[in-house]
């Protein structure tokens, strides 16, 4: 079962009876769920486990600094109808529920996700299909949320198939941590549910530590792949879960093993509660670059930031080249050596 209430995250072993009080404090304020796949994978002895860091409550939540917001990648802006995201001209987050299997404590809209938010009414969901039928520079529909699937298989196949009859509509993405979090939720039916004929369906995965990508996971991905969905991965960088060259080089790698081609590596938003999270941006960029020199084109992610305010999303990796006027340049290797490029054209 999963895991909501404090009692049970003592009785489980995932925190100690001291806890109980701090941890009923942050419950009151933040959801909590932990599958019990993820329940299972959380080493009790080692204080700094990475999974239970992810998903375990911690009284640093409570802690809010100045420059942190409810809204802190600026969605509310951006939404001309309930549930729609239209902030880049050629595609919408569509966001029909508000629930997760779990919740991760570093969850940028974790002011906007938990129990009893559920999901768009029928009526609402009307506006947003509405929405996009009416804007054809619409190209592209990303179902966020929330986790869209944890939706069933026959509600998530309607939507999918009311989206896919918009001629302009090409591809629809889906960002999810459900393989991850419970794969055996992967099921053939919903496998079906996420396709649409003469349309093209992506899969994002969120994982952020390579211990997420048990053999469990990876033959729900393989089912996915395998029925003919790409899939790409996103990650979020995280202080104590991944901010290690060795971790991130580990989970790109097996992404890339399961058919997932890294994607993003989030900087992690200035979300409330979460600066216990948060590296710097240099400590980021120190990091791509150690990857840059560690593992292949193939496993590399773009590191990017979504600019506060609702600005959109940008690379923020490090730079390797310094141009001398048109053709020229200083461009750096991985190592750190400069060289001069010079181009006659
Ligand atoms: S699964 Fe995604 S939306 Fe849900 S809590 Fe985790 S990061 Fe937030």
Redesign the pocket.
Known sequence: MTIRLPSELVAAGLASPEKLADLARVAARY?V?ITPDVATLIDRADPRDPIARQFVPDIAELTTTPDERADPIGDDAHSPVEGIVHRYPDRVLLKLVN??????R?????EM?GPGKQMLSPEKRDAALGYIAAHPQIWEVIL????PLVLSARRLGDVVRRIAAIEHVKIIRL????PV?SPEKITPALIRALKAPGKTTYVAL?ANHPRELTPAVRAACARIVDAGIPMVSQS?LLRGVNDDAVTLEALMRAFVECRIKPYYLHHADLAPGTSHFRTTLREGQTLMRALRGRVSGLAQPTYVLDIPGGHGKVPVGPGYIDMCGDAGAMVEDVNGARHKYESSS
């Open positions: 959801a769920a629930v997760c299997a779990v919740y991760c570093f969850c940028f809209r974790r996700v966020t949320g929330g986790d960002h999810t941590r459900l979090v969120h979020v």
